[in-house]
C-alpha cells in the first residue's frame, strides 16, 4: 500500500522537490503511459498496422506494471515533500485520493490487458523475447469481460491524467505556487 502524507504543511520557502528517484520514476511513468494509450487507441483503429502496434502496447504495458511496482515501492521510501500553502485542507484530501485513484489505475490497467490476453488463448510476449505466464484462464466470455474493462479504464485513465495535469498547471499558472517545479529536473548552462 502506498503511504501517502495525510497533514497538510506548507513549504515556507516555496515549493520542495520530490526525490530525484521519485521524478524519475514520475517521467518514466508518464512516457510510458503516454506511449500505450497512444499506441492503443492507434491500434484498435488501424487494422493494417494492428499486429505490429499489438507487440509493441503489450511490451509497453509489461513495462508499465514493473515501473508503476517500483514506484510505489520508492514512494514508500521517500516521503513526498509538502505541499505549497495554496492548497487547503479540502483540495489536500482530494490530492491524496485522486492519487490513490491514479495508482489503482496504472497498476489495474497493465494487469486487466495481460489478463485479457492470457484469456484470449495468445501469449503474452515482451519485445518479442520473455513471454509471460498467463494470468487468466482461456475462456472468450472473460476475454470479452476483460476487453471492454481495460477499454474503460483507459478512458479513465485519460481522465484522470488530464486532471492531473491541469491541476499541476493551474496551480502553477494561476496561483503561482511553483507547484511543476516539485517533480521536474532542472535543466540549463550554468554561468
Known amino acids: 500500500s502506498v503511504v501517502i502524507e495525510m497533514e497538510l504543511p506548507a513549504a515556507a520557502a516555496g515549493p520542495h522537490k520530490f526525490s530525484a528517484p521519485s521524478r524519475i520514476f514520475h517521467l518514466r511513468t508518464a512516457v510510458l503511459i503516454f506511449a500505450a494509450l497512444v499506441i492503443g487507441f492507434t491500434m484498435v483503429n488501424w487494422l493494417a498496422g494492428y499486429a505490429a502496434l499489438r507487440v509493441i502496447h503489450m511490451s509497453i504495458g509489461a513495462l508499465v506494471l514493473l515501473v508503476v511496482v517500483l514506484r510505489m515501492i520508492n514512494r514508500a521510501r521517500h516521503h513526498p515533500p509538502a505541499w505549497p500553502p495554496t492548497i487547503g485542507r479540502r483540495e489536500g484530501k482530494f490530492v491524496i485520493w485522486s492519487e490513490r485513484v491514479l495508482y489503482a489505475l496504472l497498476l ?3 494487469l486487466a490487458g495481460w489478463a ?7 501469449p503474452v510476449r515482451v519485445f518479442g523475447a520473455l513471454r509471460l505466464p498467463p494470468i487468466a484462464p482461456f475462456n472468450i466470455e472473460v476475454f470479452s469481460v476483460l476487453r471492454e474493462a481495460h477499454s474503460i479504464m483507459a478512458y479513465l485513465l485519460v ?5 492531473h495535469v491541469s491541476a499541476v498547471l493551474a496551480h502553477t499558472i494561476v ?17
Do not use: K, N, W, Y
Not at 175 to 191: E, K, N, Q, S, Y
Open 159 to 163: 481522465a484522470v491524467v488530464a486532471a
Open 175 to 191: 496561483l503561482g505556487d511553483g507547484m511543476l517545479r516539485r517533480m521536474t529536473f532542472h535543466i540549463g548552462r550554468r554561468h
Open 116 to 122: 485479457m490476453v492470457s484469456a484470449s488463448g495468445t
Open 108 to 110: 489495474a490497467q497493465p
